[in-house]
C-alpha cells in the first residue's frame, strides 16, 4: 500500500488469503480477530463456515470459522478498524463475548 485507506487489489487479498492458510495450518490457532470490514469482506470463502452473530449493545458482530486439514476449526471475528468508529470499551465487550 501506499498510504492510508487503500485497499488491495484482488490478486494481493488472494495471495493474503494463501498465506493466511498457510499461518493458520503451521500455528494452529484457536481465534482470530480481524481488523476491519473491508478485510473481512474480503477473506477466502473456501473451508469457511458462517457463525453465530454477537449481539453487544444492540450492534451484530459476524462470526466464523475456518476449518483446517486436521479438522481443527479456527474461530474467527470482525471488529472495526482501530482507525474508524472504534471504541475499546465496546470492542473490549466484543472480544470477551467471542472468547467465552
Not at 477466502?44 to 458482530?61: A, L, N
Not at 476449526?73 to 470499551?89: E, F, L, Q, T
Request: net charge neutral.
Amino acid at each position: 500500500m501506499g498510504g492510508p485507506r487503500e485497499a488491495g487489489t484482488s490478486e494481493q487479498y488472494r495471495q493474503a488469503g494463501k498465506a493466511l492458510f498457510e499461518m493458520m495450518e503451521k500455528y494452529q490457532p484457536e481465534y482470530i480477530i480481524v481488523w476491519g470490514n473491508r478485510l473481512w469482506d474480503k477473506l477466502p470463502g473456501e473451508r469457511w463456515t458462517d457463525g453465530s452473530d454477537i449481539i453487544v449493545d444492540g450492534y451484530c458482530v459476524a462470526t466464523g470459522a475456518y476449518t483446517l486439514a486436521s479438522g481443527r476449526r479456527v474461530k474467527v471475528m470482525a471488529v472495526n478498524h482501530p482507525s474508524v468508529g472504534y471504541s475499546w470499551d465496546y470492542c473490549h465487550r466484543v472480544i470477551k463475548e467471542f472468547l467465552n
